[in-house]
């Protein structure tokens, strides 16, 4: 499976953008995806996670009420709608899956997105 992540850009403070990871295969749609965003010279950081199904979601303490993950599996696609953006989120996105329902931290994702920048003016 291969994931593809798009839609970072440049954008104001306040403002939004929508990420999207797009999978090649239809399996995608059984396993549990999770965005990260890493800054140079920091480790990559779990942003937010879905299950499978789209019912279960988890968010870094940071990004909570901000950010929304979401899946349409009809797609292949798993989204990261982010809003109230600040200079802080800049960062490269990754999208990542486990080939598992649910997600778990403490496990190795098994395929990554290749990232996307997402760059934050104040």
């Known amino acids: 499976v291969q994931l593809q992540a798009f839609g970072g850009g440049l954008v104001q403070a306040g403002g939004s953008l929508t990420l999207s990871c797009t999978a090649s295969?239809?399996?995608?749609?059984?396993?549990?995806v999770a965005w990260f965003r890493q800054t140079p010279g920091k480790e990559r950081e779990p942003v937010a996670s879905?299950?499978?199904?789209?019912?279960?979601?988890e968010y870094a303490d940071s990004v909570k009420g901000r950010f929304t993950i979401s899946r349409a599996n009809v797609k292949n696609t798993v989204y990261l709608q982010m809003n109230s953006l600040k200079p802080e989120d800049t960062a490269v996105y990754y999208c990542?899956?486990?080939?598992?329902?649910?997600?778990?931290?403490?496990?190795?994702?098994?395929?990554w997105g290749q990232g996307t920048l997402v760059t934050v003016s104040s």
């Open positions: 879905i299950n499978s199904n789209g019912g279960a979601t």
């Open positions: 990542a899956a486990q080939t598992r329902g649910g997600w778990d931290l403490s496990a190795a994702c098994n395929y």
């Open positions: 295969h239809r399996t995608f749609n059984n396993y549990a």
